[in-house]
C-alpha cells in the first residue's frame, strides 16, 4: 500500500515534545482505568450502587474501550491520526464530565462506557503516533520504554490520586480530574503533532467491526455472568455466541480487501506472543488490583488516601526498575526480560494471597508490591515495542489498536473471571459475625491474587514459546521501519 513520506528525522527536537504528550495521553488513558477504584466504595454508597453496577463502573470502561480500538485503530489510519486524538481527547474530556456529575449508577455506568468510545479514538492514534515518530534504533527503544513505563505505573498512580480526590474532595473528583489535563493535552496536541495517515484505497470494514464488537462484548458479558454459576442458559449462551462471532469475524478478515485487523498483524509468532501476553498483563492490572483496593479499604479499614499511598510501592518499584530494564533490552533482548518478569511478578501475587483478615500490611502486602513492580516493569519496557516492530506504516493504527485491545479485554476478562472466583469462594465461607464477614472477603480476594499469579506464569512460558530469535532480529534498527507520512 503507498504511502507518501517525510523522513522521521526531520521531526528533530520536536518527537521527544511529541513523546512527552502521547506519553500523557496514555497516563490519562491508563490511569483511568483504576482511578475510580479507589473512589467504588463511597460512590457505591452515595448513588446505592448494587455489587454488581460496582463492577460493571470498571468493566464498562475496559469493554467499551477493549472492544472498539480496532475500528479506533483503522479510522486513525485512514481518516489522520492527529484528527482522530483531537477528537478523541475532546469526547473523553466530556465524557468524564458527565461521569462527574453523574447522579445514578445508570448515568455513571454510561459515562465510563462513553468514557472507553473515545479513549478507543485516542489511544491507538497516540501509540501509532509513537510509531511512525521513531520508527526504529535507539530512540524508538528509549521513546517505547518511556511509554511502556508510563502505561504500566498509570494504574498504581491512579490508586494514589484517586484516593488522595476521594479523601480530600469527592470521590467525583476522580473524573473531573481529566478535564484539566485534557485540555492541556488538547492544546500540546494542535502545536505540536503533526498528521499521519496511510495513504491509498482506504476503505472501512463495517461488518468485521460489528462482528469483533459483538463477539468480545459478549464475550465479556458472559464471563460476567458465570459469577452465577458457570452451567447457566445466560452464560453458556453469550459465551458460544462470543466465539461463535469472533470466528465470523476471522473469517471475514481473511476475506476483504482492507480488513479491520489485517491478518498479518496478529499471525507473526513473535509479536502475537506479545499480544497474548498484554492480555494477561492486562488482566493483572485491571482485574486482581482491583481486589487490592477493596482489601486495603474494606477489610484493612484503610482510607481512601491511606489506600491509595499503600499501592505506591509498586509504582516506585516500577519507575526504579524500568531504567534498568531499558538498559539491559539492547544488551540481552526482549526475550529474557519478558520470561524472567511474569515470574517475578508471579512471586508477589502468590506472597499477596497468603493475606489474612487480621493480617499487617508491611508484613502482608507491602513485600508482594514490591516484587510485582519489579516483574512489572520487566515486562513493560518491551512489550509494546516488541507487540509493534516490523509493522508497516500503513497498519500502525490497526496494530497500536490490538496491542490496546489485548490489554483492555484482557482486564475485562480477567476481572470478571476474578470476580466469579472471588463469589465463589467468599459465598462459600460461614458467616456468623463481622470478622467472619471479613474472613470471607479476604479468601475470596486470595483467590483472585493465586489466580492472577498463575496467569503471570503462563505469560511467561508464552514467552518461552513465542519470543523467539535474535535480540536484533526482535527489535528494529534504525530505518528499518523507512520513512512514514507524517503529513
Same mark, same amino acid.
Given at each position: ?14 518527537? *521527544? ?15 483511568? !482505568?483504576?482511578?475510580? +477504584?479507589?473512589?467504588?466504595?463511597? =460512590? ?17 470502561? =475496559?469493554? =467499551? ?17 492527529? %484528527? ?17 456529575? /453523574? ?28 510509531? $511512525? ?44 480530574? +481529566? ?8 492544546? /500540546? ?12 484505497? +482506504?476503505?472501512?470494514? *463495517? ?56 491478518? %498479518? ?41 491511606? =489506600? ?70 520487566? $515486562? ?62 479476604? /479468601? ?42 507524517? !503529513?
Amino acid at each position: 500500500m503507498p504511502t507518501s513520506s517525510v523522513p522521521t528525522t526531520a521531526s528533530g527536537r520536536r518527537r *521527544w515534545w511529541v513523546l512527552l504528550v502521547l506519553a500523557a495521553t496514555q497516563l490519562i488513558v491508563v490511569l483511568d !482505568g483504576t482511578i475510580v +477504584n479507589i473512589a467504588l466504595p463511597a =460512590a457505591q454508597t452515595e448513588l446505592g450502587l448494587s455489587d454488581t453496577q460496582r463492577q460493571w463502573v470498571v468493566t464498562a470502561y =475496559a469493554l =467499551a474501550f477493549g472492544a472498539l480500538l480496532l475500528l479506533g485503530g483503522r479510522i486513525a489510519d485512514y481518516w489522520g491520526r492527529k %484528527r482522530t486524538y483531537l477528537v478523541g481527547m475532546v469526547g473523553f474530556g466530556l465524557a468524564s464530565a458527565f461521569g462527574g456529575i /453523574a447522579q445514578s449508577g445508570t448515568e455513571l455506568i454510561i459515562a465510563r462506557g462513553l468514557q472507553g468510545v473515545f479513549a478507543a479514538l485516542m489511544a491507538p492514534a497516540a501509540l501509532a503516533l509513537l510509531t $511512525v515518530t521513531f520508527p526504529g534504533g535507539r530512540d524508538r527503544n528509549t521513546a517505547f520504554a518511556v511509554f511502556g513505563t508510563v502505561a504500566g505505573a498509570g494504574a498504581a498512580v491512579g490508586l494514589v490520586l484517586g484516593g488522595v480526590l476521594t479523601e480530600f474532595a469527592d470521590w467525583r473528583w476522580c473524573l473531573l480530574v +481529566n478535564v484539566p489535563f485534557v485540555i492541556v493535552a488538547f492544546v /500540546a496536541g494542535v502545536l505540536l503533532v503533526r498528521e499521519s495517515r496511510a495513504e491509498g484505497d +482506504n476503505r472501512y470494514d *463495517w461488518w468485521g467491526a460489528i462482528t469483533v464488537i459483538l463477539g468480545l462484548g459478549s464475550l465479556v458479558y458472559g464471563f460476567t455472568l458465570a459469577e452465577g454459576g458457570w452451567g447457566s442458559l445466560d452464560t453458556i449462551a453469550f459465551l458460544a455466541i462470543g466465539v461463535l462471532l469472533l470466528v465470523v469475524f476471522v473469517l471475514i478478515e481473511r476475506r476483504v480487501a482492507q480488513p479491520l485487523l489485517p491478518l %498479518r498483524i496478529v499471525v507473526d509468532r513473535v509479536r502475537g506472543g506479545a499480544f497474548l501476553i498484554q492480555a494477561i498483563t492486562g488482566s493483572v492490572m485491571i482485574g486482581a488490583m482491583l481486589y487490592l483496593t477493596f482489601h486495603l479499604q474494606i477489610v484493612l479499614g484503610f482510607a481512601p488516601l491511606e =489506600a491509595g499511598l499503600a499501592s505506591l510501592p509498586m509504582t516506585a518499584a516500577i519507575m526504579i526498575t524500568a531504567p534498568i530494564a531499558t538498559r539491559l533490552l539492547p544488551a540481552i533482548g526482549p526475550r529474557p526480560l519478558l520470561i524472567g518478569g511474569p515470574l517475578i511478578g508471579a512471586a508477589g501475587l502468590l506472597y499477596l494471597s497468603r493475606i489474612t483478615a487480621d493480617g499487617d500490611y508491611f508484613v502482608q502486602v507491602l513485600p508482594a508490591l514490591i516484587v510485582l513492580g519489579i516483574g512489572m516493569a520487566m $515486562v513493560f519496557v518491551p512489550l509494546q515495542n516488541l507487540a509493534l516492530a516490523g509493522v508497516a506504516p500503513h497498519d500502525a493504527g490497526a496494530a497500536s489498536a490490538t496491542a490496546n485491545a489485548m490489554m483492555q479485554i484482557g482486564g475485562s476478562i480477567g476481572l470478571s473471571v476474578f470476580t466469579t472466583l472471588y463469589a465463589s469462594v467468599a459465598g462459600a465461607q460461614v458467616v456468623t459475625d463481622s470478622a467472619s464477614q471479613l474472613a470471607a472477603f479476604t /479468601a475470596g480476594y486470595s483467590i483472585a491474587f493465586a489466580s492472577a499469579a498463575i496467569g503471570l506464569v503462563i505469560a511467561s512460558i508464552i514467552a518461552i514459546v513465542f519470543i523467539r530469535g535474535k535480540k536484533d532480529e526482535l527489535l528494529p534498527p534504525a530505518g528499518a521501519e523507512g520513512a512514514v507520512h507524517l !503529513g
